[in-house]
């Protein structure tokens, strides 16, 4: 443990990966609290996955493929959340429709620009290990983002996750919120890229949040037990990746993965 501790010391790099998992921790800890509760990882799933499509544009563009991933996430946000409240009949083959769509223009994209770029590899599966001080700074302020739509639209949030007839029966407007929620989950997706990739971020928004809500009472401590356990998660599984040079993406998600199970196995015995 000493070794490792002086070698996040005097690497930059892996300095850089605790940093970037704490940044995603807290996205993950807010966003996958609305998510667990509402029951909408599917939609989520959708959003991750057309957000390749950004990533191809923007490697073709030669842009930071970050911007391109958010203004995709942020578009497919908009038009699954239109399709979830209009369309309810086929919402689901839509969804699967858009999301395939999005991975396919991804592929397209990559494959018209020139040469090879092995960073495409980072965007699908995640390196912690690669993450830049520059994506440290796009995570510091997506972070800032996600953190003031939760304090404003705390309240209406929690309203609509729970119960949507009741929250339009108050008088809350229940469509454009929902369409905010999405958005916001489309930020922390694109938050979480750098880490875990967007084939595994549904397990990393999901899953602490969803290990939370087992042991506790309110969506606010629901909140802060899904950081701690992003937090412990992310940590570790660097950790246990650094010496072996395993990839660290799969080993967090390995263990949030086992946490859950565990829990579920721990809570079915009580």
Excluded at 64 to 92: Q, S, T, Y
Excluded at 153 to 159: E, H, L
Excluded at 165 to 178: C, D, N, P, T, W
Aim: with cysteine; glycine share 10%; net charge positive.
């Amino acid at each position: 443990m000493s070794d490792y501790l002086q070698a996040v010391l005097e690497n930059s790099f892996l300095l850089n990966a605790v940093l970037a998992g704490i940044l995603a921790s807290i996205a993950c800890g807010l966003v996958g609290t609305f998510v667990v509760i509402k029951k909408i990882s599917y939609l989520s799933g959708g959003i991750a996955h057309a957000v390749l499509g950004g990533v191809g544009l923007a490697l073709f563009l030669g842009v930071n493929p970050l911007a391109g991933a958010l203004v995709f996430a942020v578009l497919a946000a908009v038009i699954i959340g239109l399709v979830k409240l209009n369309v309810r009949e086929h919402e689901d083959t839509i969804i699967a429709a858009i999301w395939s769509i999005g991975m396919a223009l991804g592929i397209v994209f990559i494959y018209l620009t020139p040469g090879y770029n092995i960073d495409l590899m980072t965007y699908l599966f995640g390196n912690i290990l690669l993450v830049s001080r520059l994506d440290l700074l796009n995570l510091i302020i997506l972070d800032i983002v996600v953190i003031l739509f939760v304090l404003v639209f705390y309240r209406q949030f929690i309203a609509i996750s729970f119960d949507d007839e009741f929250s339009a029966i108050r008088g809350l407007q229940v469509k454009l919120h929902y369409i905010i929620l999405l958005i916001l989950i489309s930020l922390s997706i694109v938050v979480m890229i750098r880490i875990v990739g967007l084939i595994l971020i549904i397990a990393l928004l999901t899953l602490p949040a969803a290990i939370s809500r087992f042991f506790t009472r309110t969506p606010g401590s629901m909140m802060a037990g899904a950081v701690a356990g992003g937090l412990i998660f992310t940590n570790l599984g660097i950790f246990l990746s650094y010496q072996p040079g395993l990839p660290p993406s799969a080993i967090i998600i390995i263990l949030c993965g086992l946490g859950y199970l565990l829990t579920l196995l721990i809570r079915k015995k009580h």
